[in-house]
């Protein structure tokens, strides 16, 4: 077999190869509703059926009306917002697929943090009122976890 014979077969396969991939990828998203975790509405948080709980949480919390899902879970700038969702994104979906993930599900310390962050963003003025000795783990959700889940069960 000559050499431009070996090549052109091995461009078929490779050509082949990433068009499965990219068709794939493509129905996954799609059936996923890929699109739909680019926006700012909480209703797809719960394309899973393992958010359900933690939305429905959400919706009898004090946060409810004046914050999303974004507001607290990822990062204000366009490239921590993308980033994080980008994130978020693969570590869930490799959880589900795979079938590797606890129930109740469980903020990660990536995502805990990013919280933490837009807590004392959004409370500026409150946590700079705070005596730092009753608050010295800075940790807002520690204490504070039920406002934007509703109470803990």
Not at 40 to 61: G, L, Y
């Amino acid at each position: 077999m000559s050499p431009k014979r070996k090549l052109s077969i091995a461009g078929v396969c490779l050509a082949g190869g990433v068009g499965v991939l990219v068709g794939l990828g493509g129905y996954t998203f799609t059936y996923a509703e890929g699109t739909s975790y680019l926006s700012n509405d909480p209703n797809a948080c719960v394309n899973c059926h393992i958010m359900r709980e933690t939305f429905d949480a959400w919706q009898k919390s004090p946060h409810h009306a004046n914050a999303t899902c974004n507001d607290c879970h990822v990062p204000v700038d366009v490239v921590g917002k993308y980033t994080s969702k980008a994130v978020h994104g693969w570590n869930h979906s490799k959880a589900f697929t795979l079938d590797n993930f606890h129930e109740p599900i469980q903020i990660s310390q990536y995502s805990k943090d990013i919280v933490e962050n837009n807590c004392r963003r959004c409370h500026t003025a409150l946590v700079a009122e705070l005596a730092v000795a009753d608050h010295a783990s800075g940790d807002c959700v520690h204490c504070h976890s039920g406002i934007g889940h509703g109470p803990r069960r």
